[in-house]
DNA sequence: ACAAAAGTGTTTTCTATACACCCATGG
DNA sequence: CCATGGGTGTATAGAAAACACTTTTGT
C-alpha cells in the first residue's frame, strides 16, 4: 500500500512563574509559515514511538524538561498543513518552574514562553490545538492535582492557589481551598518556611506522589 | 522526508441490548492474523479525514450505523503491529439498538457483537485499545448523558438505569438516581407506555438534546 | 391471587460554601 | 509601627445517600 500521510506531533507545553501561565513556542526557521511562531514539535521518525518523537522534538527545539506529558488529541484535517496530508498527535505538557528559563543549548534561542492571554499568530492549526490543550489543562486541574507539576518540589500554600486561580480565573476561597486540599491528604506539610520579601513567611509544602496513586488505586478522585 | 509510517484508524463500538453491553468485532480475513477477532477499522486513505476513515471502515465491514463516536487515543508503539511501523488513531462509539442486527449488507457476515466481559482473544494491540475504550466509557457516563446514545429514541427509565448499572458494575437506588436525572430536566416523559411481558407497563422518555446543549453551553454538568 | 416490574417521599448525613480576624515578618 | 502576605474556624445551606411500600399489569 502507498502511503502518503505524514505524521508529526506537536506539543503544547505550559509553565508557571509568578503568578502566570505561560506556553512555550518556537519560532519557524524554514517554509512553511517560516519566522511564525508554533508549537514545538516536528515529524515522527519511524524508528521512535511517539513520546519520544515529541521528548526529542522539545530537547532539539528548546531544551526544556518536560515534567508531565500527556497525549491530547490527534488532528487529522486534510488542510491543516501546506505541505500535503500530516496528521498530527498532539500532547500537552507541564514543566517545573526550574526548566522554566530556556537553556541556550541547540537551537533554544529561537524558543520563548508567552503568555497565555497574549500568543502571537500561530502557524498551521496550532491555535485550535493551543485552544484544546488549555481547555484540558483547566478541566483537569479540577479532577487530578496536575497543579503540582507546575510547582517546585516544595512550594508555599499560596503558589498553589495562585495556579488555580489564575487557570480556573477566578478567586477562590483560601480556607476552603485549603481545608479540601488538606483532606486529601496528598500534601506534606514540611518543617521549613520561606520568606519572599514582605509578610509572614510561608511554610513549604510538597507533594506526596506516593500517597496520590494509593488514592486513584482506592478510585477515590480529587475535585476541586 | 521519506515516510515509512502507515496510518490508521480503529473503533471500538458499543451497544446495549436487554441488559448486555457489546462491543462489534470483525474477523480478520488476512495475515497478519488472519481469522482472529479485531476492531473494525484499516489504514486512513490520503484523501479523507480520520472521522471520515472511520465511518467507511465501519460501513464497509459491518454495516452498522454509529450514533456517538468520540476519539479515544492514538497508539503508536514500534512493534504494534507486524507489517512494520503502523500508528492507529482509536475512536470509541455508541449505537442505537435498531443498528444493533447486523445487516448482511458487504462483509457483515464476518461481523459480530461481543459481550464485553467474554470477548475473544483479539489482534494486534486491540486488547488494551478495547480496555481504555471500556474505562473512557465507564467514566463519561456519570458526567455526560451518553448513556442515551445506547437506547432508542424512546426508551423506559428502567432501561437508562440498566445501562448505568451494567457499566458502572453497581447497584444504583432506582429513586435517587431519578431524582438526579429528572432534575437536570433532559428528559422528556412521553405520554405513552409499553408493556413487556408481565410487570406494570412503564412510561416511555425520550431524551431532550436541545436542553442539554444548552445546558453544556451554560457550564452545568451532569454528574452521577 | 400472585409474581413481576414500575413508581413514588422523607429523613439523615455529608459536603460545599460563605464569611473575618489575627500572625509573623520586612522595611 | 505599619504594610504585606500567611494562616486559621464556624455556621448555614444544599446535595447526596439511605431507606420500603404501593401500583399496575400478565399469567
Given at each position: 500500500?502507498?502511503?502518503?500521510?505524514?505524521?508529526?506531533?506537536?506539543?503544547?507545553?505550559?509553565?508557571?512563574e509568578?503568578?502566570?501561565?505561560?506556553?512555550?513556542?518556537?519560532?519557524?526557521?524554514?517554509?512553511?509559515?517560516?519566522?511564525a511562531?508554533?508549537?514545538?514539535?516536528?515529524?515522527?521518525?519511524?524508528?521512535?514511538?511517539?513520546?519520544?518523537?515529541?521528548?526529542?522534538?522539545?530537547?532539539?527545539?528548546?531544551?526544556?524538561?518536560?515534567?508531565?506529558?500527556?497525549?491530547?488529541?490527534?488532528?487529522?484535517?486534510?488542510?491543516?498543513?501546506?505541505?500535503?496530508?500530516?496528521?498530527?498527535?498532539?500532547y500537552?505538557?507541564?514543566?517545573?518552574?526550574?526548566?522554566?528559563?530556556?537553556?541556550?543549548?541547540?537551537?533554544?534561542?529561537?524558543?520563548?514562553?508567552?503568555?497565555?492571554?497574549?500568543?502571537?499568530?500561530?502557524?498551521?492549526?496550532?491555535?485550535?490545538?493551543?485552544?484544546?490543550?488549555?481547555?484540558?489543562?483547566?478541566?483537569?486541574?479540577?479532577?487530578?492535582?496536575?497543579?503540582?507539576?507546575?510547582?517546585?518540589?516544595?512550594?508555599?500554600?499560596?503558589?498553589?492557589?495562585k495556579?488555580?486561580?489564575?487557570?480556573?480565573?477566578?478567586?477562590?476561597?483560601?480556607?476552603?481551598?485549603?481545608?479540601?486540599?488538606?483532606?486529601?491528604?496528598?500534601?506534606?506539610?514540611?518543617?521549613?518556611?520561606?520568606?519572599?520579601?514582605?509578610?509572614?513567611?510561608?511554610?513549604?509544602?510538597s507533594?506526596?506522589?506516593?500517597?496520590?496513586?494509593?488514592?486513584?488505586?482506592?478510585?477515590?478522585?480529587?475535585?476541586?
Open positions: 500500500m502507498e502511503n502518503t500521510i505524514q505524521l508529526t506531533v506537536d506539543a503544547v507545553v505550559f509553565g508557571y509568578a503568578g502566570n501561565i505561560s506556553v512555550l513556542l518556537v519560532k519557524r526557521k524554514y517554509e512553511p509559515y517560516q519566522n511562531w508554533a508549537l514545538p514539535g516536528g515529524f515522527v521518525l519511524e524508528n521512535e514511538n511517539l513520546e519520544q518523537a515529541i521528548e526529542r522534538e522539545l530537547s532539539e527545539e528548546t531544551g526544556v524538561k518536560i515534567n508531565y506529558l500527556e497525549q491530547l488529541y490527534t488532528f487529522g484535517d486534510l488542510a491543516r498543513d501546506p505541505r500535503g496530508r500530516v496528521v498530527s498527535v498532539a500537552f505538557g507541564l514543566v517545573k518552574p526550574n526548566a522554566f528559563q530556556l537553556q541556550a543549548s541547540t537551537d533554544a534561542e529561537l524558543a520563548e514562553w508567552f503568555h497565555i492571554d497574549t500568543l502571537p499568530k500561530l502557524a498551521f492549526d496550532h491555535k485550535k490545538i493551543f485552544k484544546m490543550a488549555l481547555e484540558r489543562l483547566q478541566a483537569k486541574i479540577t479532577y487530578e492535582p496536575i497543579g503540582f507539576e507546575l510547582l517546585d518540589k516544595k512550594f508555599p500554600f499560596s503558589d498553589l492557589e495556579v488555580y486561580t489564575t487557570l480556573l480565573r477566578r478567586e477562590i476561597d483560601r480556607r476552603n481551598f485549603k481545608k479540601k486540599m488538606m483532606s486529601l491528604k496528598v500534601l506534606d506539610e514540611l518543617d521549613e518556611k520561606i520568606s519572599i520579601g514582605r509578610g509572614r513567611p510561608a511554610s513549604l509544602f507533594f506526596n506522589q506516593q500517597r496520590y496513586f494509593q488514592l486513584k488505586k482506592e478510585g477515590i478522585i480529587f475535585e476541586i
